[in-house]
Nanobody, 121 residues
Framework: QVQLVESGGGLVQAGGSLRISCATS????????MGWYRQSPGKQRELVAS???????VYADSVKGRFSISRDNAKNTVYLQMNSLKPEDTAVYYC???????????????WGQGTQVTVSS
C-alpha cells in the first residue's frame, strides 16, 4: 500500500514562512514526479508545485518567487518551502506522487492525507 506522510503544517502570520514535508517509500519516490496541491473550502484542488525525478520544477503563478519545492532522494522526501505567506495561501496541502506503471509512461497517482496550512492576517 502506497503511503505519503505529510508533516509541517500549522498556523503562521502573514509574511511568515513554513516548510512542509512528504515522506514515502523508495519504490514510490525513485524515478517519479512528486508534487504539492492545495484545496481551500469551496474551491477545486489546484497544483502548487511539482518536481520531476530529474529536478525540473513547475510552479503555480500565484506562488512563483515565494515557494520552493525540492526533493531529497536519500530520504525519499519532498519539501515545500513557503515564504512570504499570504492569507490566501490558507488551504489543506496535499502531497502527490505520479508513479510510472509501464514503459509507455502511464502513471498512477497517489495522495497524502493532507496537512492544514493557515495564514492569519
Amino acid at each position: 500500500q502506497v503511503q505519503l506522510v505529510e508533516s509541517g503544517g500549522g498556523l503562521v502570520q502573514a509574511g511568515g514562512s513554513l516548510r512542509i514535508s512528504c515522506a514515502t517509500s523508495g519504490r514510490v519516490f525513485s524515478g517519479n514526479a512528486m508534487g504539492w496541491y492545495r484545496q481551500s473550502p469551496g474551491k477545486q484542488r489546484e497544483l502548487v508545485a511539482s518536481i520531476s525525478s530529474g529536478g525540473t520544477t513547475v510552479y503555480a503563478d500565484s506562488v512563483k518567487g515565494r515557494f520552493s519545492i525540492s526533493r531529497d532522494n536519500a530520504k525519499n522526501t519532498v519539501y515545500l518551502q513557503m515564504n512570504s505567506l499570504k492569507p490566501e495561501d490558507t488551504a489543506v496541502y496535499y502531497c502527490n506522487a505520479r508513479v510510472i506503471v509501464n514503459v509507455e509512461g502511464a502513471y498512477r497517482e497517489h495522495w497524502g492525507q493532507g496537512t492544514q496550512v493557515t495564514v492569519s492576517s
